[in-house]
């Protein structure tokens, strides 16, 4: 009968640790200001725009992937990614990164990018028949 309630006991504190652990990984923060993001320790999601213009490297070698992003007020970093290219990146309108920054360069542990919509195209050409 005892087993029972401490059988049932350790249930519940692991499923609350589970759920405590859930809660802080999305309690992540957005971040546009990439001085903010230099000085913080703790993960955020940082979004800004690739910069062109640096273009971007693969190291095959150690697979990661390496570009130079720009915040709304002109703030620069160096983003490194351990894995491939998204597909999309170089048509990306917008980046968001997840990670740290330390070392002198973001560690993203995922990169998320958002395209030209098909749909706001089809609306600039329609609007100027």
């Known amino acids: 009968m005892k087993s029972k309630y401490i059988f049932g006991g350790v249930i519940i504190v692991l499923?609350?640790?589970?759920?405590?652990?859930?809660?802080?990984?999305?309690?992540?923060?957005?971040?546009?200001?990439?001085?903010?993001?230099?000085?913080?320790?703790?993960?955020?999601?940082?979004?800004?725009?690739?910069?062109?213009?640096?273009?971007?490297?693969?190291?095959?070698?150690?697979?990661?992937?390496?570009?130079?992003?720009?915040?709304?007020?002109g703030n620069e970093m160096k983003v490194v990614y351990e894995g491939a290219m998204p597909n999309n990146f170089e048509t990306a309108t917008s980046v968001v990164v997840t990670g740290s920054y330390r070392n002198g360069y973001f560690h993203a542990k995922d990169i998320l990018t958002k395209c030209p919509?098909?749909?706001?195209?089809?609306?600039?050409?329609s609007s100027s028949l």
């Open 15 to 73: 499923f609350l640790a589970i759920m405590g652990y859930l809660f802080t990984q999305s309690n992540i923060k957005y971040e546009d200001n990439f001085a903010v993001v230099k000085t913080t320790d703790k993960t955020v999601k940082a979004t800004g725009s690739w910069i062109k213009a640096k273009s971007y490297e693969m190291n095959r070698e150690q697979n990661t992937f390496s570009f130079y992003m720009s915040d709304a007020n």
């Open 117 to 125: 919509s098909k749909y706001e195209q089809q609306s600039v050409q």
